[in-house]
């Protein structure tokens, strides 16, 4: 199956710094991709290549085995960038509009309606964007990148501005459009979220994917808590097949046990161990 | 269009615009009105008082009717790709089967439609203001009122080459400075014609085909007065702000191929242009 996209030896050079220094990665059809590291770390770069707005130095980049940036690959994309703006001017419905135009969709009302319905935008059809606070701005953005039935979605930092409402709502969309088939590249600081709802964590750092992994992956074991009569201990470095003799063990020492969990690292752990590791 | 309806520009450009034709139209009363105290007295010496003083204060407005739609061209598109990818306005329009060609050359048909309307409005405006004041009534009008629009148009062509490469600001200030220098250009040639200076008068004409707005502006001057002659024709071809020439038959095609050149090297350049 080809996937929908493909980045090979991706390099791009800003002056005589190196923005990416050799990325490779695939994302499946379907699958939802989170890519986390620190500012400058050349994510929102490998997005906009992606998405034919910047050119790399080196490599390639296609979508569903069309160059990116051709006009095959971008008629497959959606895009919410990190700082966007859309005419104030335009109505909800009327950008939508613009955007179905632009990309030739045949949807018309009802898939408008629809993708306002799915972003929680279904009573702000004729909302000025100018009326609009950031977070329904960015749900619209939302909206508007999934116009005319993109298979596959850059959303860059799409929650960054939403209460937790807005972020369940996206979290929800993210859901949604798993289960409709549509790849996701999502790009976040939120790494709790992205633990949430991604199928596969890359890590970038200083241009380069220096982690790549299921969440569950990528957080290793790091000690069984046990909670006795006596308080909680923590056993560190033991894991989950060590808990029947740790129990075991305090049991026969008279000891009344009242639980044992797995500690796991979180995917926050994960990210500052390897984005640390990475500099050191 | 609707971001400038809706920044109030052509709000702003209407009420500018009305207020320039009243002055013109108190001018140019005051200007016929002293013009024909001495009416009788010039047409014994040859003089067509009336032509003179309808050519020169249709002249004055004509550069001010420039001056105006440039300024218009130049609002419409000084941020049409810098300025607007770095407000973050051009991406999502990007990330669209739509080639960045495309996107500029629409760009540049609405400024040049919407200001070359706008010049073409405000010239009749000031033609019938004319007739209405001096019974004057020039001797073309269709040619001179399209090569203003023309002229315009080549403002907004430049306006947007610049703004691939730079900020909003940036641009506008360039374009000006450019704008100056082919008036200065016609100015030169003017006094270099006048004083006989033929290097002055060479770096003149090459500035004017470099940046051929002002032979357009020039050569519609001329259009005013075609079929002038004798002292009157001299005199009128001194004209304000740089003096009536005529161009010839070729000017207008030549326009058209400039405009084409700075869209393809626009084009060239917006391709390139990371965002």
């Known amino acids: 199956m080809t996937p929908v996209l493909r980045a090979e030896a991706l390099t791009k050079r800003y002056g005589r710094s190196w923005a990416l220094a050799g990325v490779d990665l695939e994302i499946e059809p379907g699958e939802l991709v989170g890519l986390l590291g620190p500012n400058g770390s050349?994510?929102?770069?490998?997005?906009?290549?992606?998405?034919?707005?910047?050119?790399?130095?080196?490599?390639?980049v296609s979508v569903l085995g069309y160059p990116a940036g051709s006009p095959a690959a971008l008629a497959s994309i959606g895009y919410l960038a990190e700082l966007f703006r859309f005419p104030g001017w335009l109505s909800a419905d009327e950008l939508l509009s613009l955007h179905q135009r632009l990309s030739e969709s045949e949807g018309g009302a009802p898939e408008r309606d629809e993708l306002l319905r799915l972003v929680g935008l279904a009573e702000a059809r004729d909302r000025k964007v100018e009326t609009m606070s950031k977070g329904m701005q960015q749900r619209l953005g939302i909206a508007q990148a999934m116009?005319?039935?993109?298979?596959?979605?850059?959303?860059?930092?799409?929650?960054?501005?939403?209460?937790?409402?807005?972020?369940?709502?996206?979290?929800?969309?993210?859901?949604?459009?798993?289960?409709?088939?549509?790849?996701?590249?999502?790009?976040?600081?939120?790494?709790?979220?992205?633990?949430?709802?991604?199928?596969?964590?890359?890590?970038?750092?200083?241009?380069?994917?220096?982690?790549?992994?299921?969440?569950?992956?990528?957080?290793?074991?790091?000690?069984?808590?046990?909670?006795?009569?006596?308080?909680?201990?923590?056993?560190?470095?033991?894991?989950?097949?060590?808990?029947?003799?740790?129990?075991?063990?305090?049991?026969?020492?008279?000891?009344?046990?009242?639980?044992?969990?797995?500690?796991?690292?979180?995917?926050?752990?994960?990210?500052?161990?390897?984005?640390?590791?990475?500099?050191? | 269009m609707q971001e400038a309806l809706r920044r109030r520009v052509f709000v702003v450009v209407l009420v500018l615009s009305v207020g320039f034709l009243v002055l013109y139209g108190l001018g140019a009363k005051l200007a016929f009105g002293e013009t024909n105290g001495f009416a009788d007295r010039a047409a014994q010496t040859g003089l067509d008082s009336r032509t003179i003083a309808g050519a020169t204060i249709l002249g004055l407005a004509m550069f001010a009717i420039l001056f105006l739609g440039t300024i218009l061209v130049v609002f419409l598109t000084l941020g049409a790709v810098r300025g607007d990818a770095e407000r973050g306005l051009l991406q999502?329009?990007?990330?669209?089967?739509?080639?960045?060609?495309?996107?500029?050359?629409?760009?540049?048909?609405?400024?040049?439609?919407?200001?070359?309307?706008y010049v073409a409005l405000i010239f009749l405006g000031a033609l019938l203001i004319t007739r209405a004041t001096g019974d004057y009534w020039p001797d073309r009008v269709v040619v001179p009122m399209v090569q203003l629009a023309?002229?315009?148009?080549?403002?907004?062509?430049?306006?947007?080459?610049?703004?691939?490469?730079?900020?909003?600001?940036?641009?506008?200030?360039?374009?000006?400075?450019?704008?100056?220098?082919?008036?200065?250009?016609?100015?030169?040639?003017?006094?270099?014609?006048?004083?006989?200076?033929?290097?002055?008068?060479?770096?003149?004409?090459?500035?004017?085909?470099?940046?051929?707005?002002?032979?357009?502006?020039?050569?519609?001057?001329s259009g005013l007065t075609a079929d002038a002659s004798g002292v009157t024709e001299q005199i009128v071809r001194l004209g304000p702000f740089g003096g009536a020439?005529?161009?010839?038959?070729?000017?207008?095609?030549?326009?058209?191929?400039?405009?084409?050149?700075?869209?393809?090297?626009?084009?060239?350049?917006?391709?390139?242009?990371?965002?």
């Open chain 2, 245 to 275: 020439q005529a161009a010839g038959p070729l000017l207008l095609p030549y326009a058209v191929l400039y405009v084409v050149i700075i869209g393809a090297l626009a084009a060239a350049g917006f391709r390139r242009r990371d965002l």
């Open chain 2, 92 to 117: 999502p329009l990007l990330v669209r089967p739509v080639s960045r060609p495309a996107l500029l050359a629409a760009r540049f048909i609405g400024a040049a439609v919407t200001a070359g309307a």
């Open chain 1, 42 to 60: 050349g994510k929102s770069t490998l997005v906009k290549i992606a998405c034919g707005l910047v050119r790399p130095t080196s490599g390639g």
């Open chain 1, 147 to 280: 116009v005319g039935s993109a298979q596959l979605l850059f959303l860059d930092e799409p929650t960054s501005a939403l209460d937790p409402v807005g972020r369940r709502t996206v979290r929800d969309l993210l859901e949604e459009l798993r289960a409709r088939g549509v790849s996701v590249l999502l790009n976040s600081h939120l790494l709790s979220e992205v633990e949430l709802v991604c199928d596969r964590v890359l890590i970038l750092q200083r241009g380069k994917i220096i982690a790549a992994g299921r969440p569950s992956e990528l957080a290793q074991p790091r000690g069984v808590e046990i909670e006795t009569a006596t308080g909680v201990r923590v056993v560190e470095g033991a894991g989950r097949d060590d808990v029947p003799a740790l129990v075991a063990e305090l049991v026969a020492a008279g000891e009344q046990v009242y639980g044992a969990r797995v500690l796991r690292s979180s995917l926050e752990d994960v990210y500052l161990e390897a984005v640390e590791g990475s500099m050191s």
């Open chain 2, 150 to 221: 023309a002229a315009v148009a080549i403002m907004a062509a430049i306006s947007l080459l610049g703004s691939i490469w730079l900020s909003g600001t940036a641009n506008g200030i360039a374009v000006f400075m450019v704008f100056g220098a082919g008036l200065t250009a016609g100015l030169l040639g003017q006094i270099a014609k006048a004083l006989g200076a033929e290097t002055l008068e060479s770096i003149s004409r090459t500035l004017q085909w470099a940046l051929p707005f002002e032979a357009l502006y020039q050569d519609a001057l």
